[in-house]
């Protein structure tokens, strides 16, 4: 899914408007491994370096989400039809077709740095759009199972990681809201579309100890991160953002 993003990043003073993006098959990536394959271009290389210096300069400090952005390539994740030298690693949203877009590389960075993940974390992704977002969790070591309503973008995503070499990502076609019990709990879950509440079954599918980060609301959202410990929740609201709806079938 694609949603349309606002958040103030007060550390910087600066506010910034973004376009986010917001069949079972199985890939699989070894930590680590599957992003970073040689670019025919070494001017891609040179953008992503850059879009990682960016992202330290917005006070991203996780070593792992860093080398991770530092390692996809980004712009293998957008379509020919959209991909520029001038897109592909900037700050910015870029569509991705289906009227859905690429996540701005600073929200990707940000939401998975919320995440705290561990090697061995299973993780749930609700909207899978262009793959990028499950390519970061992987690459930080995480097993994801990523859900994708529009199946065109299910597709792509699944052609995209295979491509790069992604082993332990699973991508399905169907209803974010309903989850993913057959692969349930979860160690974290992530939302790239907003619930005008966070659905019942996402958090019945969290472990004990998971987090959870999705924008929440209608017209005004924010990010909410919800913790479950000792069997109770703890929820945070955390940057405003407005994202797409999610939807269900």
Not at 27 to 49: I, T, V
Not at 89 to 114: F, L, N, R
Not at 150 to 176: F, K, S
Not at 185 to 212: H, N, S, Y
Request: proline share 6%.
């Amino acid at each position: 899914m694609a949603g349309f993003e606002i958040w103030a990043l007060g550390f910087c003073r600066r506010a910034m408007l973004v376009m986010a993006v917001a069949s079972m098959i199985p890939f699989a990536n070894s930590y680590g491994e599957g992003a970073g394959k040689p670019d025919a271009d070494a001017g891609w290389a040179l953008r992503r370096q850059g879009m990682v210096a960016q992202l330290k300069a917005y006070h991203i400090t996780n070593a792992p989400v860093l080398a991770a952005m530092g390692r996809i390539r980004r712009h293998v994740f957008i379509p020919a039809a959209y991909r520029d030298v001038d897109n592909a690693y900037a700050d910015a949203a870029c569509p991705i077709g289906c009227g859905q877009t690429i996540s701005q590389p600073y929200i990707v960075a940000y939401m998975t740095e919320k995440l705290a993940l561990k090697p061995g974390d299973k993780v749930l992704e609700i909207g899978a759009g262009s793959g990028y977002q499950a390519a970061v969790l992987a690459e930080c070591g995480a097993d994801v199972y990523t859900i994708e309503i529009v199946p065109e973008l299910a597709r792509h995503a699944r052609a995209v990681l295979d491509a790069e070499g992604y082993r332990r990502i699973h991508v399905l076609t169907g209803d974010g809201y309903k989850g993913w019990p057959e692969y349930s709990p979860f160690d974290a879950i992530i939302a790239t579309c907003a619930p005008e509440e966070i659905p019942k079954t996402l958090v019945d599918q969290l472990k004990e100890g998971g987090r959870l980060i999705a924008p929440v609301g209608r017209g005004f959202q924010r990010l909410v991160i919800l913790r479950k410990q000792r069997g109770q929740i703890e929820q945070e609201e955390d940057l405003p953002v407005r994202f797409v709806p999610m939807v269900r079938k």
